[in-house]
């Protein structure tokens, strides 16, 4: 059965550190990644996806994810932590049989001055 | 403009009455999902509706929990029975395009507690 794991459950950092929010997943075939950011009271927001192409992906906020085929994973990374970056954090995977799209449990991001 | 919206954004009821929780997608969006959001879960996916297809209910955890989406726009989630597993956090998302694998974009969620 297809599954999304974020091994993670909750991470601190200082800002200006870099961040690395670890994804790994379990499908027979290449899927379509996401990674979404929940900020506390708001909905889900999208901050890139992988499809195909280039495995290093740029997204919004200043994050990119980079697409490991050999270890099922779809880590997120910023190289800066900003204080605003604080959130939970999921990671999805689109399984293209079936149009089935399943979430992680998330991460939780703390940032300390 | 005006994202996906939810309502009630609270809401708290008793174990046994129904529920009715509303959901106003983007204009133009035709894709509309639920998902359920439980304390320390990932989200779980309840059901889809996508234009005048017939929705895809295969989430839906069990009899008690209904769905509709009328004129192809605004959907309501109804829970019958509360129960206190009931109690999560309900979000709504919306797609311009067909199929589950294309961007959503996601309401602030209607929080449910089941006393």
């Known amino acids: 059965a297809q599954s999304v794991t974020q091994p993670d459950i909750h991470i601190t950092v200082s800002e200006g550190a870099s961040l690395e929010l670890r994804c790994n997943y379990s499908y027979g075939a290449t899927p379509y990644l996401f990674w979404y950011v929940q900020s506390p009271g708001q909905g889900l927001q999208l901050l890139l996806k992988y499809f195909s192409g280039d495995t290093l992906v740029q997204g919004i906020k200043g994050f990119e994810a980079e697409f490991k085929r050999s270890q099922s994973s779809f880590n997120l990374r910023k190289p800066s932590v900003h204080w605003s970056d604080a959130a939970e954090y999921f990671c999805?995977?689109?399984?293209?049989?079936?149009?089935?799209?399943?979430f992680g449990t998330g991460t939780s991001l703390t940032v300390i001055p | 403009g005006a994202g996906v919206s939810q309502s009630p954004s609270n809401k708290v009821t008793e174990k046994g009455k129904d529920v009715e929780l509303r959901c106003d997608p983007i204009s133009g969006h035709t894709a509309l999902y639920w998902y359920r959001q439980s304390l320390g879960q990932g989200l779980e996916f309840l059901i889809y509706?996508?234009?005048?297809?017939?929705?895809?209910k295969s989430g839906l955890p069990s009899d008690r929990f209904s769905a509709e989406r009328t004129g192809g726009s605004v959907s309501t989630l109804t829970i019958q029975r509360t129960q206190q597993e009931d109690s999560a956090v309900y979000l709504c998302?919306?797609?311009?395009?067909?199929?589950?694998?294309?961007?959503?974009?996601f309401g602030p969620g209607t929080r449910l507690t089941v006393l």
């Open positions: 999805a995977v689109g399984v293209f049989t079936g149009n089935q799209f399943y």
């Open positions: 998302a919306s797609s311009p395009l067909s199929g589950r694998l294309n961007e959503q974009f």
């Open positions: 509706f996508q234009g005048n297809s017939a929705p895809d």
